[in-house]
Every structure is written in structure tokens, then in C-alpha cells.
């Protein structure tokens, strides 16, 4: 794996997520898999910062600290952004709502 050997074995195999879990281990499996060494799954996770909102739960989004573009961006999107921030739910925007911003984007054609 690209972060390095891991045990063999697993407690969960054949894990399946539909994308509304907000842990893996909400989603389903079966007990027992077969991971190798060389199998490890590995994250690279980046800040998200809501900006330009009156509230901490509302912003422009911003991931590595550049923007998020709202090409395609629609209510699933906002939704899952709202669960990686820890809240149950949210409702998205566009054009800029909460302000104008930066011109270079992280992600454009979220869907």
C-alpha cells in the first residue's frame, strides 16, 4: 500500500457503502476478510472551512483553502459536504451566496 505494509487479515470484509453512511463502520460487511499487506487503503484528508456565512454552519466552501466552484453542484453535494463537517443535513447554494471568491478553485464539476 502507498502508506506502507499493513497486518494480514481484517475484522470487516467485503465492506459496501452506499454514500449517506457517516462512518464505515455503518456501512455493511461480513465478518472476516482477506487483506494482504500490500492491500492497506490510505486517505488523504483536507480542511474544509465554511466562509462568508453569518453562521459556523454556512459558507462558500473551501477545501486546501481554495474554493470549491458551483458547476454541477446540487443538493447530494451539499449534503455529504454537511455530513464531513458533522451535521445531519444541508441545503446547497450557488453564485456565490455568502460572497464573492477567489478565482482559483480546488474542485469545479462536483457531481
Given at each position: 500500500?502507498?502508506?506502507?505494509a499493513i497486518p494480514f487479515g ?10 449517506s453512511e457517516k462512518s464505515l ?60 463537517l458533522g451535521y445531519s443535513s ?22
Open positions: 500500500s502507498r502508506f506502507g481484517s475484522l470487516m470484509g467485503n465492506v459496501s457503502c452506499g454514500g463502520f455503518d456501512c455493511s460487511f461480513e465478518p472476516n476478510g482477506n487483506c494482504n499487506s500490500d492491500n492497506g487503503a490510505g486517505v488523504i484528508c483536507a480542511p474544509l472551512r465554511l466562509r462568508g456565512g453569518s453562521f459556523p454552519s454556512e459558507g462558500n466552501l473551501f477545501v486546501n483553502f481554495k474554493t470549491v466552484c458551483d458547476t454541477e453542484w446540487d443538493a447530494k453535494d451539499a449534503t455529504v459536504t454537511c455530513h464531513m444541508g441545503v446547497h447554494k450557488s453564485n456565490s451566496t455568502f460572497g464573492p471568491i477567489p478565482l482559483e478553485s480546488f474542485m469545479d464539476n462536483v457531481t
